[in-house]
């Protein structure tokens, strides 16, 4: 078989070096006579991993003592009802949407809190909210964000500097491209099947002060899960597993510096080509906020992108169809899109392009 080149919105590709590791332990896992998939919460063997898993983030990200770590289940999307239920119903809880993801959050958070404001950003002039002066969340106690919107292609990455010091950061196509630190956040989370591994296991990241006393069911409790330290019921082993030798392997590539450099740099290379080409290709996304993650454009002619998608299948390249709802392409460049697959990318890319103007 030929070789592939996934750069799906994700799930998405994982290191080799990952999958030969996960290959291994399916038949043993160490020295347990048991496989990975075989091993117990309540083992020393899944404590370790999850010690291991906790060094890692703390290397990875530099947190303070105030910052506990959470592994979680259903995905990004049950954020949405853990959030608003672990809430103060006198808080003003914000919601700060510039795409799809915030925008189904903000629905689902209005479902259950009353005190919902929802600030819809006008995405030509996102500069405009994100400036230290910008007024308009402080009448929120907490602000809801998504640091990556996957479907357009919006990135904030200088959410550190914007007016508001309680933020909650739905970092579910980000974490770990580039560094920030959790001085104005409150919480963080990350369904793990883009940069972190593998779907099952949301990384979550909740500040001491913002953890209350509720009489919420007990998976509904976001103080209790925390102090139960991700282990209030049976966790899933299997993707927290895979969740340690990604990190691992971040650490081993350079951390979190690394996926930075080379999100700009690829990015680059491929926002400049779509720019340079503007005779045939676009991208509607306001230049400072165009996402390092996923790169979403447009050919400008009908019948084009779908034409492009289907010539980069025949050489291997896959997952490169924009959203459904959105159409066009999106070329996703998450921490395992490594320099050769990049290079045979862009090569593809030029070639395309060039042949189309010829
Ligand atoms: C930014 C963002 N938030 C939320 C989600 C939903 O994630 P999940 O399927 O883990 O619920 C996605 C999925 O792609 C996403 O990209």
New binding site residues.
């Given amino acids: 078989m030929n070789n592939i080149y996934n750069f799906s ?2 799930p998405s590709k994982l290191p080799q070096s990952v999958i030969d590791r996960v290959e291994n332990s399916i038949n043993h896992y160490k020295n347990t006579g048991k496989s990975i998939l075989e091993i117990s919460h309540r083992s020393n063997e899944f404590d370790e991993i999850l010690n291991e898993i906790n060094d890692n983030f703390l290397n990875l990200f530099n947190f303070s003592n105030d910052v506990n770590i959470l592994l979680l289940q ?6 949405n009802s853990l959030i608003p239920m672990n809430i103060d119903e006198r808080c003003k809880l914000g919601c700060f949407v510039t ?1 799809t ?2 925008k ?2 903000s629905e689902d958070f209005s479902k259950i809190l009353n005190n919902v404001e929802i600030i819809e950003a006008n995405k030509n002039d996102l500069e405009h909210y994100l400036q230290k002066e910008y007024t308009g969340f402080q009448n929120t106690d907490y602000l809801h964000m ?6 357009e292609g919006i990135q904030i990455q200088d959410f550190n500097s914007m007016n508001h010091g309680n933020l909650i950061i ?5 974490l770990g491209s580039y560094n920030f630190n959790f001085d104005n956040l409150s919480y963080v989370y ?2 793990a ?2 940069n972190m591994g593998i ?1 099952g296991v ?1 990384i979550c990241f909740a500040k001491d002060d913002f953890l209350i006393e509720t009489d919420n069911p007990k998976y509904l409790n976001l103080n209790l899960l925390t102090k139960s330290n991700s282990v209030l019921n049976t966790p899933p082993t299997f993707s927290i597993y895979v969740l340690n030798l990604v990190t691992n392997w971040m650490l081993e590539m350079g951390g979190v510096d690394y996926f930075q450099n080379k999100s700009i740099k690829q990015s680059k290379e491929i926002y400049d080509f779509i720019d340079e080409n503007s005779n045939v290709l676009s991208c509607n996304v306001d230049k400072k906020y165009r996402s390092k993650s996923n790169v979403v454009f447009n050919f400008l002619k009908d019948g084009q992108n779908k034409k492009f998608v289907d010539a980069a299948k025949d050489i291997g390249i896959i997952g490169i169809n924009g959203h459904r709802s959105v159409g066009g392409i999106r070329v996703s460049l998450f921490n395992s899109v490594d320099e050769d697959m990049f290079k045979f990318f862009m090569k593809f890319f030029k070639n395309y392009i060039s042949e189309l103007s010829n």
């Avoid at 739905?170 to 980000?174: L, N, P, R, V």
């Fill in positions: 919105p994700g259903g995905g990004a999307t049950f954020q795409g993801w915030g189904k959050t998504t640091s990556n919107e996957t479907i739905d970092m579910s196509s980000d990350a369904g099947q883009k779907p949301t």
